[in-house]
């Protein structure tokens, strides 16, 4: 009965966050986007301290549920066990804790926040884990599904779907995900909650706590008969049978070990323990990443032609992203610090934008955490998606008219590349499409009021969207380029 | 077992029997079965010997009142605008075969691989029994010269297959920048001269001109017929631009004046644009109802192709048939040619006042627009806004009562029509457009107007 109600709830749970990942429409967010809220770890980093008690009240009362049936990668992992158990069935056992791994790595987690080095915290996240993992195989799939289905829906001139595109947005986040899928995945199949019980931070938190919960499974001495099927079907090895004893701070509250018991032995009740010991260490685990970088063709450029026949496109050369000094974080996100400090790179933001703007970051000190470059979209003044989902506070909620008036960077001109000057043709697609009205057209000979015009960026008013890179004909390097700002400015 | 044994075949069978016997039982007794659509489509065959035929004044010759526009091919790839010469052939081979004997093709068309594809299709065919009429295309300024204008129409021979043209045109007089692009591309260069002493020669046997743009053009060319003695004159001309070209666009001219130019100094009449590209097929649902009501049996296209052929001085009507459904509705209308009567002509003339009432863009997606130096696809963007226009698609505001689905209709349509790199948005407005357009429409200027009312639907801000 328990088992089966934490097994539903934490399938309802895993396909909710997932579809978090996959919907670009928007509508599983609005229903379901405080799933993302309630995750541990992005919920601390946003300081958000009702979530916080929530979590810690819950474990106190039932143990760590929250491992068992909220976190996205920790039922991942029973789905891998469950492939394991197929091919091998009661093949746990029990293990000593491995206590003083568990907190040099909840320490060096707490050290790597308070110095901020986030592609550390980033790394061993759990949720931030899986997004990482959903949003670089499921998604891709997802939307190859529903391109499929655009093309069916054009075929019966049904606007129900529309095409989306699908591009690697970070190579090293793909490879990131797919060490980490790798790894929990063959140890999730082949001993269960190893990963949760020796490297999460989140899981040891929690474990601290779940210690002291009112609610635990209790072995009655009286009727264990010390078979020891309960140790053998316990994913988190943490049932030691011939002691009779339960190491809570591992448990993860999945309710298994009750069903297995021919002898009813094992109860959820409120019952006292006799007590439970630590352990040393024994062994360590250890994990890598691979990075996996991705090169990117460039088709070449085409120069504006004479035309002499009817009919026919001209070859468009794909943008390429500029050099730019300072990096640029989304509206919401205040200054690249508050991005870093409180981001864990779990990539709901990049799954869910429609512009093709974010993309994890390459660069180590800001590594998989979002950035925006405008070569295939730009910012849009209608959009907020980003902002409406990110679960850790590192891109704050803002409005649409919010959205208007803050600065996250400004334009830069190019001279050699604008289009006026090289090609000599009237252009002012920058200035036509600024929806902050920044950009304004002066002729390029100041003394001559009939020469062709060049963009001028008041950047008093630029809020760096983008428009004018995006939009820009000259190829493949815009002859205007928004250089980020380190700290956002309401204008 | 053995009686749940029938096949789904077998299941069909009977149930389709049971549905028929019932719809008999409802039917009544009296009523005897009806037998058209047995054995033979309900639309029946096209008779072959039925075509009608104008006389050439000059050399009496006898020319297909429908005639086939070479500029609107199929093509294999729209991409790649490879053309697809096997369907061509069957085309061709259909068309001749009702009685179809004037092709009209360029230099220019189809990404300039129409005269090619046309050639390989009529060789097949004894040379006296089609007419082949092409142009002098020399638009771009680099074949502005004699040479170059030479070596455009030495080609057009080579591609056609042939060594004499039966109706050559000067292409499209009176765009770009009107009598001086005119003297720059015919009169300077001598190459008009040429052309005149081709005829003399016999390798040209009737001259002429086709007609788009600035009307003092045409004028002159008019008052200059007794020296030059043009043979043909091609102009835009149907139920729309009869009285409206010029309410439409102010520097597009009355399709009335055209016609009654030529008709006072005996100048046969041939005609394009006669279907505006497939805008007067294509039309809002209410002006297709309103055709269909008067002739339920016949096409919308068809009023458009009959209205042209009304008219006594046209020699021969051109149409552009990319699909063996155009061309047999074509054939339909005019095995033989059943001419409107007035009331009919005051009714389409009616239907016209109706339709300018849309505020679709001229766009007959000639495409000799394209390319668009930066990648633009103008005639698809342009298709698109006229489709939304008239499915009832663009929105006036958003408190329209079917916003919501209009705005999807018109957002998801655009990208499936249109790549996004190649939409309004990234017009530069440098204006290399406009001069070639036959319906000198301002296109920077709609693109632009069509992409701020994009913007306006993304941002939801329309008002």
Known sequence: MLQRLRRSLAV??????????????????????????????????????????????????????????????????????????????????????????????????????????????????????????????????????????????????????????????????????????????????????????????????????????????????????????????????????????????????????????????????????????????????????????????????????????????????????????????????????????????????????????????????????????????????????????CPAGAILPITRADKSSIQIGHAVWIKENCVPLTDGVACGNCARHCPAGAITMVPSDADNEGALEIPVVNIEKCIGCGACENLCPARPFSAIYVEGHERHRTL | MKKHDITRRDFLKRLGIGVSVTGLALAGCKQPANKLSEGKAALGEIPTDKMTYRTNPKTGEKVSILGYGCMRWPTLDSNSGELDQETINRLVDTAIAHGVNYFDTSPAYCQGRSEQATGIALSRHPRESYFIATKMSNFAPQTWSREASIAIYRNSLKELQTDYIDYMLLHAIGVGNGIDDFNARFIDNGILDFLLAEREAGRIRNLGFSYHGDIAVFDWALANHDKYKWDFVQIQLNYLDWKHAKELNPRNTDGEYLYGELEKRGIPAVIMEPLLGGRLSNVPDHIATRLKQKEPEKSVASWAFRYAGTHPGVLTVLSGMTYMEHLEDNLRTYCPLKPLADDEMQFLYDTADLMVEYPTVACNDCKYCMPCPYGIDIPAILLHYNKCVNQGNVAENSQSPNYAEARRAFLVGYDRSVPKLRQAAHCIGCNQCSPHCPQSINIPHELQRIDRYVENLKQNSLS
């Open chain 1, 12 to 389: 309802i749970f895993f396909v909710l966050i997932t579809l978090l990942f996959l919907d670009f429409t928007g509508t599983i967010h609005r229903w379901f986007g405080w799933m993302a809220k309630i995750q541990f770890l992005p919920a601390l980093l946003a300081l958000n301290a009702g979530v916080i008690l929530f979590l810690v009240g819950i474990t106190l009362v039932f143990g760590r549920v929250y491992c068992s049936v909220i976190c996205p990668l920790g039922v991942m992992q029973d789905g891998f066990g469950l492939l394991g158990k197929k091919v091998k069935k009661n093949r746990y056992s029990y293990s000593k804790p491995k206590t003083i791994l568990r907190y040099t790595l909840l320490a060096l987690m707490a050290a790597a926040i308070i110095l901020g080095v986030n592609s550390f915290v980033a790394l061993l996240a759990p949720y931030s884990a899986y997004g990482r993992i959903a949003q670089s195989f499921l998604a891709p799939v997802w939307q190859w599904g529903n391109n499929m289905l655009a093309v069916w829906a054009e075929a019966h001139e049904s606007y129900a779907f529309y095409t989306v595109d699908i591009w690697l947005k970070g190579g090293i986040t793909l490879g990131v995900a797919a060490a980490t899928l790798v790894i929990v995945g063959f140890l999730a199949f082949a001993n269960g909650r190893t990963y949760c019980n020796t490297v999460c931070p989140v899981g040891t938190v929690l474990g601290a706590l779940s210690r002291f919960s009112i609610f635990k499974p209790v072995i009655d001495t009286i009727k264990c008969n010390g078979c020891g099927l309960c140790a053998r079907n316990c994913k988190a090895a943490c049932i030691n049978s011939k002691e009779h004893i339960i190491d809570y701070s591992r448990c993860v509250a999945c309710f298994d070990c009750i069903g297995k018991c021919h002898k009813g032995a094992i109860s959820y009740t409120r019952r006292k323990p006799v007590i439970d010991n630590a352990d040393k260490l024994t062994a360590e685990s250890r994990r890598q990443f691979l990075a996996v970088s991705a090169t990117i063709a460039s088709a070449a450029a085409l120069k504006a032609q004479e035309k002499t026949v009817d009919g026919g496109l001209a070859t468009i050369a794909d943008k390429k992203i500029p050099a730019r000094k300072t990096r640029i974080v989304p509206p919401g996100a205040k200054s690249i610090a508050n991005l870093s400090s409180h981001c864990t790179a779990c990539q709901l933001c990049v799954s869910v934008c429609p512009n093709g703007v974010l993309r994890p970051s390459t660069e180590l000190d800001s590594l998989m955490q979002p950035e925006s470059s405008y070569e295939r979209g730009y910012c849009r003044p209608e959009c907020t998606r980003c902002s409406e989902v």
